[in-house]
């Protein structure tokens, strides 16, 4: 697949997210995870940390996802990912594939201002080939709406 051009190219892509995601009225979460995959150039592997997409996309029995993707704890999401482009890296190495897929983070403002800082720091500063999304919607939505590190006061 090659890099869009403009937007109704984009707009015209099939949906990788299956549609009744579980999101709260007004949450822009799953509309962001939407256009972000539709907008990206090749086959992609997401990576989610815990937080309200991820709660409201992975219900069991079921998910929304229509690529390949991982659900980790809170804090590890870009560790993850990193791990995740190191090995696709690798297969790319041994010829065992021909083609690196985007890797996408998906994060909310906790599990990355908070408590995931850390690992998205380590990733940046190994230089892995990722995407990081935050999708800022200023508080732990999912638990009770306690204010993260990038709530305005």
């Known amino acids: 697949m090659s890099?869009?051009?403009?937007?109704?190219?984009?707009?015209?892509?099939?949906?990788?997210?299956?549609q009744g995601v579980r999101?709260?009225?007004?949450?822009?979460?799953?509309?962001?995870?939407?256009?972000?995959?539709?907008?990206?150039?090749?086959?992609?592997?997401?990576?989610?940390?815990?937080g309200c997409l991820e709660v409201a996309s992975s219900?069991?029995?079921y998910t929304s996802w229509k690529v390949p993707w991982i659900h980790n704890a809170f804090e590890n999401a870009a560790a993850t990912a990193s791990g995740v482009e190191a090995?696709?890296?690798?297969?790319?190495?041994?010829?065992?594939?021909?083609?690196?897929?985007?890797?996408?983070?998906?994060?909310?403002?906790?599990?990355?201002?908070?408590?995931?800082f850390q690992s998205l720091s380590g990733a940046i500063e190994r230089g892995h080939d990722l995407l990081y999304v935050l999708y800022d919607n200023?508080?732990?939505?999912?638990?009770g709406i306690q204010r993260s590190g990038g709530t305005p006061r």
Not at 87 to 116: N, W
């Open 23 to 50: 999101t709260c009225s007004g949450c822009g979460a799953s509309l962001i995870a939407k256009l972000v995959l539709k907008a990206l150039r090749k086959p992609v592997v997401v990576v989610s940390a815990t």
């Open 138 to 143: 200023e508080a732990y939505m999912n638990t």
């Open 59 to 61: 219900i069991l029995p």
């Open 87 to 116: 090995a696709y890296r690798a297969m790319m190495k041994k010829g065992l594939i021909k083609e690196m897929p985007d890797i996408v983070v998906l994060a909310g403002d906790g599990g990355t201002y908070d408590i995931g």
């Open 3 to 18: 890099a869009p051009t403009t937007l109704r190219e984009i707009a015209s892509r099939p949906d990788m997210l299956y």
